[in-house]
């Protein structure tokens, strides 16, 4: 036992914080108590978590937070501690601030349980985080924030020795649409060719066909070469799959198509590749689609399916989440915004989802991403190469702080053709970099 913290009372709130700050991203033991006799006589190093004046070696002023089961709107207040900027700021308290509120406020995505409005996906938009209004949201603060209270800790001398975190990174790839011309049904295919022979599209008409004689390489078909990336950098890859049925927003081919079929299996045959479910944009908050969603895929892969990312990342708190649980989902990766670079939870580490609702912590752990292909692009206008700076500067954060980096790219942005040409090396750039020490 390493650490021994003591608070007048105990909650799930405050159990949940402390295994995620103590074991989960210090790999410390520690011991809860709630008996000052206990606390005060223990020769472990002390950090007293209430108001109380005890004999102790940091304390640090709890807010209301952690011991409420409630859910009301917060506004956690802001200062500079540090040269860092934290939540639920206490000038009066030696530590500066409540860093397992502050912790909990984020992960447990508090914010989102009352959104101002959805977007026109459902969304919570990015604009009404906490993290944006007060420019941290490129940061991973969370970890920043751990690191604070370990430098704190042994300020002096090293009371305390922690397991320090090594970065660890994970490359995952929609499959929105397996192919942009190829392996289409007789119906889509003319209507394609139709939509763009009446849109005056007659480059587009010519290509298609070239594409589907074999002439030319489907635009949407960079497949080999992820695979041989992947398998250059030895980066673990893990690739989502869309198999609902065709829609406004859903545009894959059918599951029964034999060509899907057969590049599905191929993707899940590669080495270090995992596959998950994309559900559907149509199958959202509804149960018995989604179930047949799952179904198929795991049929076809011979294997249960436990992984998943929303399409769109169209997820609201807790309905979706509390649905993927039933749906035997234990791992997810929809926690990050589309239109913004950064931490959406302020962690750069997996964790499990803490259910507001119910007041308890769950068997769902989440797994955010901080970069997505479309970002750099088509929100911030950038070209490769500025997209290859901004990416750089976010890995070296998390480097920084042994932090969890998952990108998100589609298989037509890896395509190098139309509004994605040069786009591999950005790609390339990622996987390259995560070897690499700086």
């Not at 700021?89 to 959104?115: K, Q």
């Not at 995952?172 to 049904?185: F, G, L, M, N, S």
């Not at 249960?304 to 929303?310: A, G, H, K, L, V």
């Amino acid at each position: 036992m390493s650490l021994i913290l003591f608070s007048k009372q105990t909650s799930n709130r405050l159990e949940y914080v402390l295994n995620l700050i103590f074991h989960e991203l210090l790999g410390l033991d520690y011991q809860l108590v709630t008996t000052k006799k206990t606390f005060t006589e223990s020769s472990l190093y002390k950090v007293n978590y209430s108001r109380e004046e005890l004999t102790s070696d940091l304390q640090i002023l709890p807010e209301a937070l952690l011991f409420e089961k409630n859910i009301d709107e917060k506004y956690p207040s802001l200062g500079l501690v540090r040269q860092t900027k934290v939540l639920f700021h206490n000038p009066r308290c030696s530590f500066g601030y409540d860093i397992f509120s502050a912790c909990f406020y984020l992960v447990s995505r508090y914010e989102e349980y009352f959104p101002k409005t959805y977007d026109h996906h459902g969304r919570f938009s990015s604009s009404d985080s906490i993290l944006t209004a007060h420019k941290i949201l490129d940061k991973p603060i969370v970890n920043l924030w751990v690191q604070d209270l370990i430098r704190e800790i042994n300020k002096e001398e090293e009371k305390i020795s922690f397991r320090s975190r090594s970065f660890d990174f994970l490359s995952t790839i929609d499959i929105d649409q397996a192919y942009q011309y190829r392996h289409k049904e007789f119906f889509r295919t003319h209507l394609g060719y139709a939509k763009d022979l009446f849109g005056g599209e007659i480059g587009k008409v010519k290509k298609r066909w070239q594409v589907r004689k074999r002439r030319l390489r489907d635009p949407f078909d960079s497949y080999e070469f992820q695979f041989s990336q992947h398998q250059k950098y030895g980066n673990e890859s893990l690739y989502f799959i869309q198999t609902g049925s065709l829609g406004k927003f859903d545009k894959n081919l059918s599951i029964k198509n034999k060509f899907f079929q057969k590049l599905i299996k191929k993707i899940g045959n590669q080495a270090n590749t995992s596959v998950g479910i994309h559900p559907s944009y149509n199958s959202f908050h509804q149960l018995e689609k989604l179930l047949e969603e799952k179904d198929n895929l795991e049929k076809l892969m011979g294997r249960t399916i436990d992984q998943s990312r929303q399409h769109y990342l169209r997820f609201q708190l807790p309905r979706t989440y509390q649905i993927l649980l039933d749906l035997g989902i234990r791992k997810e990766y929809s926690m990050g915004y589309s239109d913004q670079i950064g931490f959406r939870a302020g962690i750069a580490a997996p964790f499990f989802w803490f259910d507001l609702k119910k007041n308890e912590r769950t068997k769902l752990k989440v797994f955010p991403f901080c970069f997505m292909d479309i970002t750099p692009q088509f929100y911030y206008q950038m070209n490769p190469e500025e997209a290859i700076a901004v990416h750089r500067t976010l890995m070296q954060e998390i480097k920084n702080v042994g932090g969890f980096y998952s990108s998100l790219w589609h298989n037509e942005s890896l395509g190098n053709e139309n509004q994605w040409k040069g786009w591999q090396q950005v790609y390339q750039n990622i996987l390259a970099d995560t070897t690499k020490e700086w």
